[in-house]
């Protein structure tokens, strides 16, 4: 069973501080997307990423994976309280007979305090 | 462009009762799927549509979960009888190409069995 850990489960900071937030499995996959989900409504898209060794960067927000293609991290630079929230990774990857599925981590909560 | 609607926000319903769950995808959406998300887990895969044709249903616990896509637009999740455990967020999700490069959710409909 391919799984992807996320870490940490919860974060809680001060605003302006940095932080990153870890999605790593033993498997290789595809590709990976990033999620932020904010109480009471459904995740949303950040990023997805494709290439080993990718970086993408949104604003404050960066993005990699890693070479191997079976980790990635995202970087907060001066977190605001408006990135408080529910973190989560989402990969593809390839089961027997080439059906792909897509795994998802449980997610890392981050509280940005003001 | 207009979101994934989806309602109820919220529903309480007691053990043994039947609900229905309503979605609307983003317009020329041809994919539209229905997730399961437990307070704390990432987000599980009950059912994929292709237009109004399952593409998946593998985890789709089909003694009492029934879902349709009437003329590949909207569709409905319907619980029939509800048990305890199924108290969750759904979330239903609609993209324009391969899911596995991301999609737009719902904000998702809380049911809470008593």
């Known amino acids: 069973t391919q799984l992807l850990e996320q870490s940490p489960q919860f974060l809680s900071i001060q605003e302006g501080e940095n932080l990153t937030v870890y999605c790593n499995s033993s498997?290789?996959?595809?590709?990976l997307q990033w999620y932020r989900q904010e109480p009471g409504e459904g995740p949303v898209l950040l990023v997805t990423?494709?290439?080993g060794g990718e970086v993408k960067k949104l604003k404050r927000l960066t993005f990699q994976f890693g070479d191997a293609r079976k980790d990635s991290s995202l970087h907060i630079t001066a977190a605001q309280p408006g990135d408080t929230g529910l973190y989560l990774c989402?990969?593809?990857?390839?089961?027997?007979?080439?059906?792909?599925?897509?795994?998802w981590g449980l997610g890392t909560s981050l509280a940005v305090n003001p | 462009e207009a979101g994934v609607a989806q309602s109820p926000r919220y529903k309480i319903i007691e053990k043994r009762q039947s609900v229905a769950f309503w979605c609307n995808p983003i317009s020329g959406h041809a994919t539209l799927y229905w997730y399961q998300q437990i307070l704390g887990q990432g987000p599980k895969l009950l059912i994929q549509f292709q237009n109004n044709g399952v593409v998946d249903d593998s985890q789709l616990p089909k003694d009492r979960f029934s879902a349709e896509r009437l003329k590949g637009v909207d569709s409905t999740l319907k619980i029939q009888p509800a048990k305890l455990e199924d108290s969750a967020v759904y979330l239903c999700a609609s993209s324009l190409l391969d899911r596995f490069y991301g999609y737009t959710f719902g904000s998702g409909t809380r049911l809470t069995v008593v």
């Open positions: 990423v494709v290439t």
């Open positions: 989402a990969g593809t990857g390839f089961f027997a007979g080439n059906n792909r599925k897509l795994i």
């Open positions: 498997s290789v996959f595809s590709s």
